[in-house]
Nanobody, 125 residues
Framework: QVQLVQSGGGSVQAGGSLRLSCATYITIYSRRCMGWFRQAPGKEREGVAGIASDSGSTGYAESGKGRFTISRDNAKNILYLHMSNLKPEDTGMYYC??????????????????WGQGTQVTVSS
């Protein structure tokens, strides 16, 4: 069984910081890509950041560049998303996700096989 269990999130004022965590219970030893997505009410789910489990190469959406940092602790199987200088438009439900393969398609939800349960991030102005 594959599980992605998220923690973190919450409410913060604009300019504040939050860290999201995603514990990955995946017994897969091949290359995989992991990503963070968010979904605002009435909008499609969009990729925020992605990271290759083997190389550590990262990718970011323009909206989060310079403010968001994706990282992973392979020994502990935990994926992180550190968000700083948060803005009200960052509000939404955040999901971690994973799939087998390279991260060339990290922004595309259809490539992901495994999803976390989601955690709410609310940024007030």
């Amino acid at each position: 069984q594959v599980q992605l269990v998220q923690s973190g999130g919450g409410s913060v004022q604009a300019g504040g910081s939050l860290r999201l965590s995603c514990a990955t219970y995946i017994t897969i030893y091949s290359r995989r890509c992991m990503g963070w997505f968010r979904q605002a009410p009435g909008k499609e789910r969009e990729g925020v950041a992605g990271i290759a489990s083997d190389s550590g190469s990262t990718g970011y959406a323009e909206s989060g560049k310079g403010r968001f940092t994706i990282s992973r602790d392979n020994a502990k199987n935990i994926l992180y998303l550190h968000m700083s200088n948060l803005k009200p438009e960052d509000t939404g439900m955040y999901y971690c996700a994973a799939y087998e393969g390279t991260c060339a398609s990290w922004t595309l939800t259809r490539f992901y096989d495994y999803w976390g349960q989601g955690t709410q991030v609310t940024v007030s102005s």
